[in-house]
């Protein structure tokens, strides 16, 4: 069994800025991996990063980076020199070996002022 | 990318009327999709997994007689929302999972925004 937990429901950003988005999990198995999806106002969910648990190294994609804590089983995401169109509902994912089912957080909100 | 589509976008319906929604999964072979249902400004709940070939596994608490799930081919699973009621409203999503391991990635369909009067 896997929980996700995100612990703010809204969070905003200043264009250009940085900005990190919490995340906590919680789960059984030795094998497992973390995403973050994007739920902008379309609601289309879009990968925006993903991380395999065995790895050390924190993933990244271009703005987007994460910092993987295992031990403390953490999965924060840091959006570097945000963009408008960065804003958008934002949910971080565990996954494991039951058929690759998802489990979801609650979802953060994350605004981007001009 | 892995494309995956959903039909219709958004559909309404009279109360006791069955509703099919679609997920294809356009440039990859999905052997597993997964179905959610998300409430507004709330997470995705997942409702079934749907698996090639075979019976579709519902969540606890999911209806399996009210929310049909085929998956006839490796590019296409259907979700028919039977005898529907004004709280089967919601946005429905599909995923598919690009590849045979557990740990592929999912990739979402647009959803499907459902209103049943």
């Known amino acids: 069994a896997q929980t996700v937990t995100q612990s703010q429901p809204e969070m905003s950003v200043q264009e250009a800025e940085t900005v990190t988005l919490s995340c906590t999990y919680d789960?059984?198995?030795?094998?497992?991996?973390l995403f973050w999806y994007k739920q902008p106002p379309s609601r289309q969910m879009i990968l925006v990063i993903r991380?395999?648990?065995?790895?050390?190294q924190n993933a990244t994609e271009n703005r987007f980076s994460v910092n993987f804590q295992k031990a403390a089983k953490s999965f924060s995401l840091k959006i570097s020199d945000s963009q408008l169109g960065d804003a958008a509902m934002y949910f971080c994912?565990?996954?494991?070996?039951?058929?690759?089912?998802?489990?979801f957080g609650q979802g953060t909100i994350l605004t981007v002022h001009p | 990318g892995a494309v995956v589509s959903q039909h219709p976008s958004r559909v309404i319906c009279k109360s006791g009327t069955s509703v099919k929604i679609e997920c294809r999964s356009l440039?990859?072979?999905?052997?597993?999709m997964f179905w959610y249902r998300q409430f507004p400004k709330q997470s995705l709940m997942l409702m079934a997994t749907?698996?090639?070939?075979?019976?579709?596994?519902?969540e606890q608490g999911v209806e399996k007689d009210k929310f049909l799930i085929n998956h006839a081919s490796l590019t296409l699973s259907t979700l028919t929302v039977t005898s529907a009621h004004p709280e089967d409203s919601s946005f429905y999503i599909c995923?598919?999972?690009?590849?045979?391991?557990?740990?592929?990635?999912?990739?979402f369909g647009p959803g499907t925004r459902l209103t049943v009067l």
């Open positions: 995923s598919a999972r690009e590849g045979d391991r557990d740990t592929d990635t999912q990739y």
């Open positions: 789960t059984s198995e030795s094998d497992y991996y």
């Open positions: 991380q395999e648990a065995y790895k050390q």
């Open positions: 994912a565990a996954g494991g070996t039951s058929y690759g089912k998802l489990t």
């Open positions: 440039d990859f072979q999905a052997t597993t």
């Open positions: 749907s698996n090639e070939g075979s019976k579709a596994t519902y």
